[in-house]
């Protein structure tokens, strides 16, 4: 059974930090590139960045470069999402992703499997 879980969300005041994981498990975690999506109530799903592999290529969105930091650990099926500075407008429900064989994927219909996703609110 495949599974994505999000974990590491919450509230954390404007200016501070998050570290976010997804552990997977029921498939080949290192075949599958592996992103993070955002989603704010009434808004579209976000990019924010993609990993591949082998963590050989590395794609952010624009506007959160410089933000936020993607890895992943193929030893331990987990990506990671380093979140810093945040903004209020970073709020929203935390997605990961994986696409088989992906390299850089940026639209969310890339990809295979999606976790169930964490909450990240960042007060004023």
């Known amino acids: 059974q495949v599974q994505l879980v999000e974990s590491g969300g919450g509230l954390v005041q404007a200016g501070g930090s998050l570290r976010l994981s997804c552990a997977a498990s029921g498939f080949t975690f290192s075949s599958y590139g592996m992103g993070w999506f955002r989603q704010a109530p009434g808004q579209v799903r976000e990019f924010i960045a993609t990993?591949?592999?082998?963590?050989?290529?590395?794609l952010y969105a624009d506007s959160l470069k410089g933000r936020v930091t993607i890895s992943r650990d193929n030893a331990k099926n987990t990506v990671y999402l380093q979140m810093d500075s945040l903004k209020p407008e970073d709020t929203a429900v935390y997605y990961c992703?994986?696409?088989?064989?992906?390299?850089?994927?940026?639209?969310?219909?890339?990809?295979?499997?999606w976790g169930q996703g964490t909450q990240v609110t960042v007060s004023s």
């Open positions: 990993i591949s592999r082998n963590g050989g290529d590395i």
């Open positions: 992703a994986a696409g088989f064989y992906l390299r850089a994927g940026v639209r969310a219909g890339e990809y295979d499997y």
